[in-house]
């Protein structure tokens, strides 16, 4: 069975302070993905990548950015956190034809 | 730019009914449709995954139907159980998107006991 693993599923953190959102997949997934995922706007993309060191914008990166030096790790990372980057965020990862399987998610609030 | 719709966003069923849950997209140019089911304050479980040359995937109760040329997929949740009671998302992997899926926003069902 396919395991993507978010490292924490519940996170404070101080507006301005630098996030990091690890996710580890363990089935040797070519592509990972960045979500994050809000009350009446669904679940919209960030980031993601196809490769290890490449990525590609989503719908919504600012205010983010990513880092892939392993295939197995996809690490999101807010560079100066703000309250309205309070969120749901998902990790997922696949393989080309294969569906689309996700962690269970960080919750992440901006004081 | 694809579009996915799920109407209603929220439906209540008593519980051994069979029901439908329907979900719509714009553009027919896709490779495949996924249905998820999420609990509430977890990520998403993938239940059926439909390859455009495919008509519909069964799994247990569940059985997914797709029509790309009208643009529309069905779930079919047979005898439902409190259990069932979830949000449930379909995406759709368009071609050219690369792996990217886009989503709905989902249908909240709650089963009644």
């Known amino acids: 069975d396919v395991k993507v693993t978010q490292s924490s599923r519940y996170l404070v953190k101080r507006t301005g302070e630098k996030v990091f959102l690890e996710c580890v997949q363990d089935?040797?997934?070519?592509?990972m993905f960045w979500y994050r995922q809000d009350p009446g706007l669904g679940l919209r993309l960030i980031y993601f990548?196809?490769?290890?060191?490449?990525?590609e914008k989503g719908d919504i990166p600012e205010g983010y950015s990513v880092s892939r030096e392993k295939k197995e790790r996809f690490s999101l990372i807010l560079e100066s956190a703000s309250t309205n980057q309070t969120s749901m965020y998902l990790c997922?990862?696949?393989?080309?034809?294969?569906?689309?399987?996700f962690g269970d998610g960080t919750r992440l609030s901006i004081l | 730019k694809q579009e996915v719709t799920q109407i209603p966003a929220a439906l209540s069923v008593p519980e051994g009914e069979n029901l439908v849950l329907n979900c719509s997209f714009t553009?027919?140019?896709?490779?495949?449709l996924q249905w998820f089911r999420q609990d509430p304050g977890k990520g998403l479980t993938s239940l059926l995954l439909?390859?455009?040359?495919?008509r519909e995937q069964t799994s247990g109760r569940l059985n997914a139907s797709l029509d790309k040329s009208s643009g529309r997929s069905t779930l079919y949740i047979a005898a439902s159980q409190p259990g069932d009671s979830a949000t449930y998302l379909c995406?759709?992997?368009?071609?050219?998107?690369?792996?990217?899926?886009?989503f709905g926003k989902g249908i909240t069902l709650s089963v009644r006991p």
């Open positions: 997922a990862s696949t393989s080309q034809w294969q569906p689309q399987h």
């Open positions: 089935m040797d997934h070519e592509n």
């Open positions: 990548s196809y490769d290890v060191k490449m990525k």
């Open positions: 553009d027919s140019a896709i490779y495949n």
């Open positions: 439909i390859q455009s040359s495919q």
């Open positions: 995406a759709v992997r368009s071609i050219g998107a690369n792996s990217k899926l886009t």
